[in-house]
């Protein structure tokens, strides 16, 4: 019986096979829904970034930053610009912990064989190694993500019209120190996913929220891998709701297919943007891209971890950061909407303000729902390679788990729960 | 399931399934550990507990078609609990001082 050996979140597959073709594939995330769009209604605005925060225990931040656009962009706020740049920090900050989470103690147990980052055996030079890298990067991403927003998750320091407190001359010292100590750690982490032996193949369609200018979570247009440009105020109209009744998440298609938003689908649009010193450390796995091979989404990942390392330093040695007041605005009727790249992807909130500060209704769609889809279809697709390549049948569930987790779903550790019908 | 000397156990109890699980957790853990604000006090997992009577209404599809509990429950609304953790965040000095407790009843001689 297999028991659950991470804290994030619950899924189930269950796949029907007759005579080696794949005849249904139901992917669901179990997880009990908890109506946070529900319960937004009725709270004044400024409740809602800690409020939607509680989404995720992980990408908490990521929530806050994009509830906290939809805030402004409803009460008609623009930002200074070094809040801009203390938003961009607190986003680098989660993509650093938060993909080091998912690549060292979700993914790299596959490659050694391993039940668990830390079952790696501290005598094997390799491991020793990589379980130092993998707390010494989550370190510096945390480091960061607490001197600037005050935590790493549910963080207090942002709210709607700047921050509430600003990062000492000692903290970002000590903030850069941590952060130019892992970058040898990042480019081993890099290496090991270039070398990694899992793929899978799959041409499908990609999404994510590019940035003008550089390669940046917060802000740009929403690109997809049709060459296609939108703003983010367009992107609702993009997604197709669609019922997956197994699941207790929303499903999304685009022009009526299924897609993909991560790591994979910024590197393959954008991977020109990254920070030159990025692009020249990990020139050999860029060069994989754009990649069609969902296993490069772990790749894509490491390379993201080099580029929030490079473009923090930057920021943090470039600036001078002072107290600057809330910026606030009377409340009004309007409808306010924020896009962001989380790292598992695209993330959208919309608030419906009333001109008594009542938020109304509002939506959030997340990246794991926006990739369910895919994964269903993908699960089956490798479960129909894996029998036509004859793999004993209790060897592929495992297959099945490493796929998912190259998703980097919201709820990793959910795959431990396979439950295969073999007809 | 094996035996636990001491079993962490976070989120609300949202469901049947979940509420046998932990129940089954309880008989064989020695100290149970209830970990941040949805498994100590139940929020905001079960904000829809207090929703009005037209937004329950508007959900109830959802709660029959994947058979969830009428009301969201915490952990020691289920079995006993033996410490807590709270907090969302939870307070990683309080998990410490406790975990560092509860070792200490446990293996008293080491």
């Excluded at chain 1, 829904?33 to 509680?54: Q, V, Y």
């Excluded at chain 1, 697709?381 to 793999?391: P, S, Y």
């Amino acid at each position: 019986m297999e028991h659950l050996t991470k804290i994030e979140g619950d899924a189930s597959v269950s796949i029907h096979a007759e005579d080696g073709k794949v005849t249904e594939v139901k992917f669901g995330i179990t997880d009990y829904k908890r109506f946070f769009t529900e319960a937004m209604k009725g709270k004044p605005i400024a409740a809602i970034p800690s409020h939607l925060a509680r989404i995720c225990g992980t990408c908490s931040n990521a929530h806050i930053m994009a509830a906290i656009e939809a805030c402004e962009n409803a009460l008609d706020i623009q930002p200074t610009k070094q809040t801009e740049i203390l938003r961009s920090l607190t986003m680098h900050g989660l993509i650093i912990r938060d993909h080091a989470l998912h690549l060292y103690l979700f993914s790299m147990p596959d490659l050694f064989g391993k039940d668990a980052f830390l079952d790696f055996d501290e005598s094997d030079e390799t491991q020793h190694q990589m379980l130092h890298d993998g707390f010494d990067i989550k370190a510096a991403g945390n480091y960061l993500a607490t001197l600037i927003a005050g935590r790493s998750v549910h963080a207090m320091y942002p709210v709607i019209g700047g921050f509430l407190h600003f990062p000492s001359k000692e903290g970002i010292d000590e903030a850069v120190q941590k952060l130019e100590s892992v970058r040898e750690a990042v480019l081993r982490l890099i290496k090991v996913f270039q070398d990694a032996p899992n793929h899978f193949d799959r041409k499908t369609h990609y999404m994510a929220l590019i940035a003008d200018e550089g390669f940046g979570y917060i802000n740009g247009k929403i690109k997809t891998s049709r060459g296609e440009t939108f703003t983010e105020g367009e992107y609702r109209g993009l997604l197709e709701h669609t019922v997956m009744l197994q699941s207790q998440a929303s499903a999304y298609k685009y022009k009526g297919e299924s897609y993909l938003v991560g790591a994979l689908a910024r590197i393959n649009i954008a991977k020109d943007n990254l920070h030159p010193k990025t692009k020249e450390s990990a020139k050999e796995a860029l060069a994989l891209f754009p990649s069609t091979d969902i296993f490069h989404n772990n790749l894509a990942q490491a390379i993201e971890i080099l580029h929030s390392v490079d473009e923090s330093l930057d920021l943090l040695k470039n600036n001078t950061f002072v107290p600057e007041p809330i910026i606030k605005k009377p409340s009004r009727e309007a409808i306010g909407i924020g896009v962001v790249e989380a790292p598992r992807g695209t993330l959208y909130h919309k608030v419906v303000l009333g001109a008594d500060g009542i938020i109304k209704e509002g939506e959030v769609i997340v990246p794991t729902g926006q990739n369910q889809i895919n994964i269903e279809e993908d699960i089956g697709r490798l479960v129909e390679k894996l029998l036509a390549e004859g793999l004993a049948e209790d060897k592929i569930p495992m297959e099945i788990e490493k796929l998912i987790r190259a998703y980097d779903p919201c709820m990793s550790c959910g795959a431990h729960f396979l439950k295969v019908n073999w007809i | 399931m094996d035996e636990f000397d001491i079993a962490f156990v976070e989120g609300a109890i949202a469901g049947p399934d979940q509420e046998e699980k932990v129940k089954e957790i309880r008989s064989k853990a020695k100290k149970l550990v209830a970990v941040g604000a949805c498994a100590v006090v139940g929020l905001p997992a079960g904000q829809r507990n207090s929703f009005t009577e037209a937004q329950k209404e508007s959900i109830d599809f959802l709660i029959t078609r994947f058979g969830a509990l009428p009301k969201v429950l915490k952990v020691s609304d289920v079995v006993k609990v033996d410490v807590e953790i709270p907090g969302c965040p939870m307070s990683p000095e309080i998990f410490l001082k406790a975990v560092d407790a509860l070792v200490k009843e446990l293996r008293p001689n080491q």
